[in-house]
């Protein structure tokens, strides 16, 4: 009896000592770790050779279908579908083994997008208050601007049936008629014109079509307003031009235009909202710009 | 896990995006017609100028893709109405804009290109995706040579020819109509081209294309394509519904000249004789016809009016896609055809070539640009002038047809309507108050009655007069007694030559025999016909080798009164009027200035820009 229990406490001794030794408990632990580790990753290897057709996924199928081709797919269509679906899992799913997503551009494009779509628009944008519209208007005055518009009377000088050079003079004799006058509108001192006498709110865009893209078109925009200048060059000859208004490139007036400032506004808000939402996620990396270092 | 909850969500805004895109249209469709009946829009009883194109192709257009062109109808507007756009890496823009425009895309794979190349439509990961985004020679050829198989033999490749592409293409095109319409500034039709061109024994191309243009955007939710038919009647029939379903529409034929005699024939294409019936539903269908574009002018050809001296215009001889000259005979240019519609008319008491004209571009690059000193190409990379200069300049035959020199930069419709807005555009359009000009904006009034007299274009109000007393152009000429008297009018483009004359041309049909007559009927300067009765020429101002010009010859405006001294009152007439400007330097001109090369041979160096009228028709009391 009592040598049997001296073996025992021997064995206990030396087991003691075995498993103090730091580097066997390493050994052990470590084979531990494999054997748990292997059993784990045969578990993902077998789950990875599984496709699993739920009745979810074929709910899709046929959603996808429906919203497509505006019908029901019929009993053939829906098995060919579910057939096709295997098909591209496991093609999928090879091609992600051999590491074919990697780089493509096409991929990065469309993860990409579906990041942005997942990320944007998340938050309802409040409607604008009447004063944010008024402040919004008002600080962004470059979505609203309208072209500058100019009001003239003019004086026409044809060269048909004369020439050019006389035309220019007629119309010179007529400016030092003008000049020191009260007159603004005189249009029956030159000759019949084609079209109007008396301008309003024409457009830059306005005098290319009706006057032609010639020297007139600066002088409407640039020249001092009430007093007789010319002759300018049209498309059709020499005039002189008494410019009654010229309005700058204005604003759309903000009452008259709420619900185009509102969309403006709404889509600013929108943007916004999207890059301060991004401007999150950015912030969590580290951007190197190589491509600067060079320079 | 988190994959579903995405993708149910990605479908459901796909379905929601789905029914979105259908509520949108009828919001929209609400929407302009409030706009146009809106009473801030000034209108002018005595009626505007107004200039757009009416035949426009984007890279919708399969072939305009394959061309290269990237722009859509978005950018086709945006560059009418003068915005800068970019096209083929050139920042290009109208010097002066288009008041109206209708985008025409081939209704034959419409949009279908565009999907097939997008890497999130819905062909993306198909074999078809990765034929057709190949940089690969040999699968260019495969897809390009597929479409040209396609179209040749008029059956579509059901695998590209899929309806909801198609639909939601339309949709798109719709859309960007609806945008861009602005009442009162700027027109956006909707419209779209039915490219039906039957072979003939050499199986080349014989065309009948038509652009059908509607009048507001309840319009049918597919286009009808010549993939459906290829006849034009039924293209009729498909009109007549749409028409009593939704919006008004016409159709406009086009390019007579490379239809090898089919577009003016004396029988249907069915091989059937011509009928009353046919000749009203012609009309009642396809008022205008389209007289000068890209690919040439329809009016006449030399070998037809021998002593027409400005005939030899802008001609466009070989069949599309071949090397066949077509039949120039019969059958395919408008001023002979106005005389076998009226023999026509003598024996079925109907006319079925009463057309009115009108101008496009049939440019296949998303923008209507068609100004001669600001000409970029127009079929993509095909023609694009800013890296092919040389070979466009040299040019002289090509394996498919003309060679790009022959394209033309042209041309516009102008029409008289009281406002610019989709209503009186189209109206202007059906009563054919409108013209066509190989470009320029042009203005021309023609008016025929039986009381005018020649001081009446010396009042202030003589326009108000004629529209009282007579009929303006592409009216009939009621009856009256003594000789049809005519008031002519045309006003330069401030932007282009002045004006060398403006000419009445005479068709007249008597006992199944038709004759031309050119009058001309004011001209500049002091010129004196010789004993023969011809004008001298208005003379030439062009530096060739600069590509410059003055305007010290022509006039910038020309008015007359006319009465026809031959007039038979027991003979059908068809009676338009032409306007010529002064010679100016055509694109190629400018563009071999531009590079310091010579000019092209095989065109004309300088040209006289023109514009034609719609007619006014004289028919006999029976």
Not at chain 2, 67 to 79: H, I, W
Not at chain 2, 563 to 590: G, H, K, L, N
Not at chain 2, 591 to 610: C, S
Request: proline share 5%; charged share 25%; hydrophobic share 35%.
């Amino acid at each position: 009896m009592r040598g049997k229990q001296l073996r025992m406490l021997y064995l206990i001794m030396i087991m003691k000592r075995i498993f103090s030794e730091p580097l066997l408990q390493f050994f052990v632990l470590g084979s531990l770790l494999y054997l748990l580790v292997s059993f784990v990753q045969s578990k993902r290897e077998r789950q990875s050779k599984e496709i699993v057709v739920d009745n979810e996924r074929i709910g899709l199928l046929i959603s996808n279908y429906k919203n497509q081709m505006g019908v029901l797919p019929t009993k053939e269509q829906l098995d060919a579908m579910i057939e096709n679906y295997i098909h591209q899992e496991i093609a999928y799913r090879e091609a992600k083994k051999m590491g074919l997503d990697n780089d493509d551009e096409i991929i990065r494009r469309r993860l990409s997008q579906k990041f942005d779509f997942l990320k944007t628009d998340l938050k309802e944008i409040p409607l604008p208050t009447g004063q944010q519209l008024k402040d919004f208007y008002q600080n962004n005055p470059s979505l609203f601007q309208t072209d500058g518009t100019v009001n003239f009377s003019h004086i026409f000088f044809t060269a048909d049936n004369s020439n050019d050079s006389i035309a220019k003079e007629r119309a010179f004799f007529v400016l030092q008629q003008l000049k020191n006058s009260a007159v603004q509108r005189a249009p029956e001192k030159g000759d019949k014109f084609v079209l109007q006498y008396d301008y309003t709110e024409q457009t830059p865009l306005d005098i290319k079509q009706s006057f032609g893209d010639k020297p007139i078109l600066d002088s409407l925009f640039s020249a001092p307003v009430h007093t007789w200048i010319g002759p300018v060059q049209s498309g059709y000859g020499w005039h002189l031009l008494y410019i009654v208004k010229r309005a700058n490139a204005s604003l759309i007036p903000l009452e008259a235009n709420k619900d185009i400032v509102k969309a403006k506004y709404m889509e600013t808000a929108k943007d916004e909202q999207n890059k301060k939402a991004f401007g999150q996620v950015e912030k969590s990396y580290i951007i190197k710009r190589t491509y600067l270092d060079n320079k | 896990m988190k994959l579903i909850p995405a993708l149910s969500l990605a479908i459901v805004c796909i379905g929601l995006a789905y029914c979105n895109g259908n509520n949108s249209t009828t919001k929209v469709e609400e929407k302009s017609t409030t706009d146009t009946t809106s009473a801030e829009v000034a209108v002018n009883p005595l009626r505007n100028c107004y200039f757009g194109d009416l035949h426009l192709h984007t890279a919708l257009s399969a072939d305009a893709n394959f061309f290269g062109a990237t722009l859509l109808p978005e950018d086709s507007y945006k560059f009418a109405m003068g915005e800068e756009v970019e096209y083929l890496g050139q920042k290009v823009k109208r010097i002066a804009p288009l008041d109206f425009l209708a985008v025409t895309d081939h209704s034959e794979y419409l949009g279908a290109i565009v999907a097939v190349r997008d890497p999130n439509g819905p062909f993306a990961g198909t074999e078809l995706y990765r034929q057709y985004t190949s940089k690969d020679q040999k699968d260019v050829a495969k897809s390009f040579g597929g479409f040209v198989a396609d179209m040749s033999a008029n059956k579509p490749n059901s695998e590209l020819n899929k309806p909801e592409v198609i639909k939601s293409a339309w949709q798109r095109v719709i859309n960007a109509a609806n945008t861009y319409n602005k009442p009162g500034k700027f027109t956006a039709l909707v419209g779209y081209e039915w490219t039906s061109a039957p072979n003939n024994a050499s199986k080349h191309s014989q065309n009948l294309h038509r652009c059908v243009i509607f009048k507001g955007d309840k319009v049918p939710d597919i286009p009808f394509s010549s993939f459906d038919s290829q006849d034009p009647e039924n293209l009729w029939t498909y009109l007549e519904n749409a028409r009593k379903t939704g919006s008004d529409v016409l159709a406009v034929p086009h390019n007579g000249n490379v239809s090898n005699g089919l577009m003016f024939d004396t029988k249907t294409l069915s091989d059937k004789p011509l009928t009353k019936d046919y000749a009203q539903r012609r009309m009642a269908n396809e008022p205008l016809t389209e007289v000068m574009q890209g690919k040439g002018q329809s009016e006449t050809h030399p070998s037809l009016s021998p002593n027409d001296e400005f005939a030899n215009y802008e001609l466009f001889e070989i069949l599309l896609g071949s090397n066949e000259r077509g039949n120039l005979k019969k059958g395919s240019y408008i001023r002979q055809a106005y005389g076998t519609g009226q023999e026509l008319q003598e024996k079925l008491g109907a006319n079925p070539f009463k057309y009115g004209v009108e101008g496009g571009t049939d440019y296949h690059s998303g923008i209507s640009a068609n100004e001669e000193n600001n000409y970029p190409g127009s079929h993509g990379t095909q023609d694009n002038v800013a890296q092919n200069y040389k070979m466009i300049l040299s040019a002289g035959e090509s394996v498919a047809g003309e060679p790009p020199t022959r394209l033309s930069a042209a041309g516009l419709t102008g029409v008289w309507a009281e406002s610019n807005t989709r209503d009186a555009i189209f109206d202007a359009l059906k009563r054919k108050e409108c013209f066509a000009t190989s470009g320029p904006r042009l203005k021309v009034r023609l008016f025929a009655g039986w009381s005018y007299n020649a001081d009446l274009l010396k009042q202030t109000d003589w326009v108000k007069q004629a529209y009282a007393e007579g009929v303006p152009m592409g009216a009939d000429l009621p009856a009256g007694a003594g000789k049809p008297k005519f008031l002519v009018q045309a006003i330069k483009d401030p932007n282009s030559g002045n004006l060398d004359r403006i000419q009445i041309i005479k068709v007249t049909t008597k006992n199944g025999k038709s004759t031309e007559k050119i009058y001309d009927v004011v001209w500049s300067g002091g010129r004196k016909p010789d004993a023969k009765g011809k004008l001298p020429a208005v003379g030439n101002t062009v530096d060739i080798k600069a590509a410059t010009y003055t305007n010290t010859i022509g006039a910038v405006e020309l008015i007359g009164y006319w009465e026809d001294p031959d007039f038979d009152p027991q003979s059908y007439v068809t009676y338009y009027a032409r306007v010529i400007e002064i010679p100016t330097p055509r694109w190629s001109t400018y563009l071999a200035a531009k590079h310091n090369l010579p000019v092209n041979k095989t065109v004309d160096a300088t040209i006289q820009e023109r514009a034609w009228t719609s007619p006014v028709w004289y028919t006999p009391s029976k």
